[in-house]
């Protein structure tokens, strides 16, 4: 007969076939210890190799571990007491924490600090790398003080969230053929060139998530005309989706997509930018940009390269304002947003882009576009629109300008060639429509 005590018997015998984790091991059991101003490389990595073995957590007790050239080569956690863990390079290498075709390993609560000596001159150099690793998690971590990377990732899944990267010389974090990775809730601070960037060495498809994460301070040391100073850059990775990150005083964009299809940049809030805020070019096919919230920026939003073939976009809700134009670079003007192929531009908020608030089109680059249904405040030209021979399918319609010294404007590259194309007696090419507008 069944009754209450043999049901609780029962249940204490699943209950006791249950797996139970295995307690974490201490690194002090290895001769680790602590403050030590000494490396301490050798024990250290004795001690991962034993946890790995027996399946378990190693953990590492507050203070400072000086260490190099460390390994992990299949699964572990590594712990320590978030803050006040840190695992410091003692001497220029090549890295200090190094992972490598591994399956779940996860570090937790662990101040990695590369201590500014030189890392190696590859481009992929960094305090912690891993390479083909699958299920890997960095989480309520430190990484800092780089001389090159702070975190570099080479064909990973996994997550990096809770985190902080900062002083780091070239990159906060790296990542290169991502297969299914998050990387959210971090901050990423004080950055030479790029502050989160994802790539993939050839066009195809990516899936990166890269979420509410908080990026400032990116200088872009390096140069050039928008390679470096981003807070966040996608090349060539498709399928990615930057949402919710608030992202400051970046040398050129905030966020920055080169090439990869299918992105998401929705929701994001931008603000003290030297060139264009959000940069959407080159060969991209797809792109959605919503949402965000752009405030004294070079340029507003830029998705263009329709002669490389980049097209098919939707850029809708969003406010863009004080635009200033770049100092650095006079072909950046002072635009709230401009865009060129096959594209929907509604319910837009522009106010103070001194050149444009909306520009369509560039000399032939222009096909398919709608402006539709924006609020065009305080700019010399409200909208303007390429009207050289071979554009066609434009419309513009039911849009607010406010303020402008030319509501809509005919232009031929960067010069207006039309009289203002709001007065319904000065006629549009035959394939563009213009009607519904409201110019005050």
Same mark, same amino acid.
């Given at each position: ?25 201490s ?31 190693? $953990? ?32 220029p ?6 992972? !490598?075709?591994?399956k ?9 600090d ?14 912690v ?37 900062r ?19 971090? $901050? ?60 400051? !005083? ?40 919503s ?12 998705i263009?390269?329709?002669? &490389? ?6 850029c809708?809700?969003?406010?863009v304002? !004080? ?44 096909? &398919? ?14 909208i ?27 232009? &031929? ?24 507008n409201?110019?005050?």
């Open positions: 007969m069944m009754n209450r005590r043999t049901l609780l018997g029962a249940g204490a015998g699943v209950a006791s076939l249950a797996v139970l984790p295995v307690a974490a091991i690194a002090t059991k290895f001769g680790v210890k602590p403050n030590l101003p000494r490396d301490q490389s050798r024990k250290l990595q004795k001690a991962i190799d034993a946890a790995i073995k027996s399946g378990g957590e190693l $953990h590492l007790p507050g203070g400072i571990y000086i260490a190099r050239k460390l390994r992990i080569e299949a699964g572990i956690t590594i712990s320590g007491v978030p803050g006040l863990t840190h695992i410091v390079l003692g001497r290498a090549n890295y200090l924490l190094r992972i !490598d075709g591994a779940q390993v996860t570090l937790r609560g662990i101040v990695f590369g201590a500014n000596h030189p890392l190696g001159s590859e481009g992929n150099a960094a305090v790398k891993a390479g083909a690793t699958s299920g890997l998690t960095i989480e309520h971590c430190q990484i800092k003080n780089s001389r090159a990377n702070g975190i570099s990732l080479n064909g990973c899944s996994g997550k990096i969230i809770y985190s902080t990267v002083k780091c010389a070239t990159g906060g974090i790296y990542s290169l053929n991502a297969k299914g990775l998050e990387i959210g809730h971090n $901050h990423v601070a004080e950055i030479g060139d790029n502050g989160i960037l994802v790539w993939q060495s050839e066009k195809r498809e990516d899936g990166t998530l890269v979420h509410n994460n908080r990026i400032e301070k990116v200088y872009g040391k390096s140069g050039g005309n928008g390679q470096y100073g981003n807070g966040v850059g996608v090349f060539r990775a498709g399928n990615v989706v930057v949402s919710g990150n608030q992202i400051t !005083d970046c040398e050129f964009s905030a966020v920055r997509n080169n090439g990869g299809d299918n992105i998401q940049i929705t929701d994001n809030n931008c603000s003290r930018l030297n060139e264009v805020a959000i940069f959407v070019e080159f060969a991209f096919q797809g792109a959605v940009v949402g965000n919230m752009i405030e004294k920026a070079g340029m507003g939003i830029s263009t390269n329709f002669n &490389d073939g980049g097209r098919l976009a939707v809708a809700n969003n406010i304002r !004080d635009m200033f134009g770049a100092r650095s670079n006079p072909n950046t003007q002072a635009i709230g947003i401009a865009v060129e192929a096959d594209t929907a531009v509604s319910g837009n908020v522009v106010e103070n882009a001194k050149r444009a608030g909306i520009w369509l089109g560039w000399g032939k680059y222009l096909r &398919d576009v709608t402006a539709n249904g924006n609020i065009v405040r305080k700019c010399d030209i409200g303007s629109v390429s009207v050289v021979k071979g554009v066609k399918n434009v419309l513009i319609a039911n849009n607010l300008v406010s303020g402008a010294v030319q509501s809509i404007a005919g232009m &031929d590259h960067d010069k207006t060639v039309t009289a203002d194309l709001s007065d319904p007696r000065n006629k549009p090419p035959k394939t563009f429509l213009i009607n519904g409201m110019a005050s």
